[in-house]
Structures are given as structure tokens and as C-alpha cells.
């Protein structure tokens, strides 16, 4: 099973940009695909973008789309976030997580496809 690690949270004023990292050991990296979820206080964790187990196909939810970029090193076992034009609606724990399949042919949003999580790192946006 794979073992992920968050980094790159912190403060940063609205319209700003982060990168948060996500670091893999332990396993198979390149045979699943990745995914970036979000938890704010008070609501559920949410999907925000994904990668392919080849990093072929990417998918964003509708709230980052064009502000946002997943990207992933196989040969590194790392899996990039860029987040840019942040705005205070973006503020929440962000967590790294892996497929629970291998080589799945799509990018799945549902938090229930995927079963190893990092422990999550806070983006906090001031307006």
C-alpha cells in the first residue's frame, strides 16, 4: 500500500499562488491513479482534481478548472498541485490519495475509489 505525504501549505493572499506536493513510497506509485481532495470546516471532502495512473488524463472539479494543474513524476513518485488565482473559497486542509486500483483506464472523483490518504496540508486564503 502507498504511503503519502503533503507538503506546500500555508498562507497566502487572495488572487496567490501554491504548490502543494505529494510524496510516495511503499508502493507501486505509477500503477494508480492520484487524486487531489479538500475538506473546509463544516463540509465534506471534496474532489478536486485528478490524474491518470500514466498521467495521460487529468480531471478538475468545475470550481478549479483553469486555475488549477495536476501533475505527477513516476519516476520521482510525486504528485504536483498548482494552484493559482486562489480566492478564500480555496481555504481548507488539502489531501493527497491513491486509487485503490491498479492502472484504472479513467480518473474517478469518488473519495470511496481511493484508499491510501496523506494526512492533509492546510491552504488557508486571506481576502
Known amino acids: 500500500q502507498v504511503q503519502l505525504v503533503e507538503s506546500g501549505g500555508g498562507l497566502v493572499q487572495a488572487g496567490g499562488s501554491l504548490r502543494l506536493s505529494c510524496a510516495a513510497s511503499?508502493?507501486?506509485?505509477?500503477?494508480?491513479?492520484m487524486g487531489w481532495f479538500r475538506q473546509a470546516p463544516g463540509k465534506e471532502r471534496e474532489f478536486v482534481a485528478g490524474?491518470?495512473?500514466?498521467?495521460?488524463?487529468?480531471y478538475y472539479a468545475d470550481s478549479v478548472k483553469g486555475r488549477f494543474i495536476i501533475s505527477r513524476d513516476n519516476a520521482k513518485n510525486t504528485v504536483a498541485l498548482q494552484m493559482n488565482s486562489l480566492t478564500p473559497e480555496d481555504t481548507a486542509v488539502y489531501y493527497c490519495a491513491a486509487d485503490r486500483l491498479k492502472y484504472r483506464g479513467n480518473v474517478s472523483h469518488h473519495p470511496a475509489d481511493f484508499r491510501s490518504w496523506g494526512q492533509g496540508t492546510q491552504v488557508t486564503v486571506s481576502s
Open positions: 490524474v491518470s495512473w500514466s498521467g495521460g488524463i487529468t
Open positions: 511503499g508502493g507501486t506509485f505509477s500503477t494508480y491513479a
